[in-house]
């Protein structure tokens, strides 16, 4: 038996998450851009976690952990990211969701997921499941940077989706709505609000532990880290993944800066003191300089030998980012809390 999601449209983005979401959103009605799903979940982070259990032991991600939930939480949609232990209850709770024509938002390792040829891990990525076929044990997924809709087996969709030989899981995370699906907040308050959740996120993150750390302390961990880098047996994958989380890995090209300034802008016709500002332009800015840091380390990963002076320059670098995006959030709460 095949059993499809009516009227699902797939279109394409810039980040996994921010991309389903909008589109899961549209399926029910409400449409607002990928840059303001994401501003408006706070999305924007940073974070430097530290693990020599996993590949590689050094990296860093340039957006909240916590950014699907905030979004749905901020936009006063009510909604539950679900984690699950039983892998077989996991996969029926998805089977009664598609049955009864609901697109179901996912998590999942990308290294288990065929159709992503790739060789490395990458939990967390956020796909929509839209339907499945009983007879040749396939699910049909709509991702992010694949135009049409892909494939893949059951099994690898249960690997993925709670890896059984990799420190890091998804859990069986997927999304339920619990009520109605619509925005139930007015735009302008909400704009406001996750601006300074951004803001104080970002300048006093939570819950900051050894291996994992936030905001832009996190950065500056980073940045008196880099020289040491060299004496990881790793430093070369270190190096390229580096680079691709900022460049290639969902990122919009440019650490999800981008986007978020895209979000600025937006914002600004609900809070014009964000153009007056010129916030969108400052961010902009900055993603640049992201883009050098990306340049530095691929440039690194490319050599047989690693240049301890391609790591300095890479602190002194993301020490510079730290400067200036710690003084851009330090304006923008400002401007938010105006």
């Known amino acids: 038996m095949r059993v499809m999601v009516p009227g699902y449209d797939h279109r394409g983005g810039e980040h996994c998450a921010s991309t ?30 530290r693990k020599d259990e996993v590949s590689p032991s050094r990296m860093f991600h340039g957006r909240t952990l916590s950014f699907e939930s905030d979004f749905f939480a901020n936009a006063g949609i009510p909604f539950e990211d679900r984690p699950d232990t ?36 990458f939990p967390g990525h956020r796909a929509v499941v839209v339907g499945y076929d009983d007879p040749a044990r396939e699910v049909y997924m709509a991702d992010r940077k694949f135009p049409e809709l892909q494939t893949c087996s059951y099994d690898e969709l249960r ?41 104080d996120w970002m300048l ?24 040491s880098w060299r004496e990881r047996a790793d430093w070369s994958w270190a190096a390229r993944f580096g680079y691709q989380v900022v460049i290639r890995r969902g990122a919009g090209g440019s650490f999800f800066r981008s986007i ?10 609900c ?11 400052e961010m902009h800015a900055i993603a640049a300089g992201w883009r050098d840091l990306a ?10 030998r690693c240049d301890p002076a391609l790591f300095a320059r890479a602190g002194e670098q993301t020490a510079a980012l730290a400067d200036r995006e710690e003084a851009f959030f330090q304006r923008l709460r400002e401007v938010a809390s105006a």
């Open 20 to 49: 389903a979401m909008r589109n899961v959103l549209a399926f029910y009605g409400v449409e607002i851009s990928e840059a303001m799903v994401f501003g408006l979940g706070a999305g924007l982070g940073f974070f430097y976690l």
């Open 86 to 121: 039983d892998d077989d209850r996991a996969w029926e709770s998805v089977r009664e969701r598609i049955d009864a024509g609901e697109p179901v938002l996912i998590a999942t390792d990308t290294f288990y997921l065929g159709y992503h040829n790739t060789t490395s891990h």
């Open 260 to 269: 978020y300034a895209d979000y600025l802008a937006e914002a600004a016709e």
């Open 271 to 281: 809070l014009p003191a964000i153009g007056e500002a010129g916030l969108a332009g």
């Open 204 to 227: 006093a993150p939570p819950g900051d532990d050894p291996d994992l750390q936030t905001g832009i302390a996190a950065m500056r961990t980073l940045a008196a880290d880099f020289p």
């Open 295 to 304: 340049g530095t380390l691929e440039e690194q990963s490319d050599r047989d």
């Open 159 to 199: 690997r993925a989706r709670n890896a059984p030989d990799y420190p890091m899981t998804c859990h069986n995370q997927f999304g339920a709505f619990l009520g109605p699906v619509r925005l139930g907040v007015e735009l302008a308050p909400a704009v406001r609000g996750a601006i300074r959740q951004t803001a």
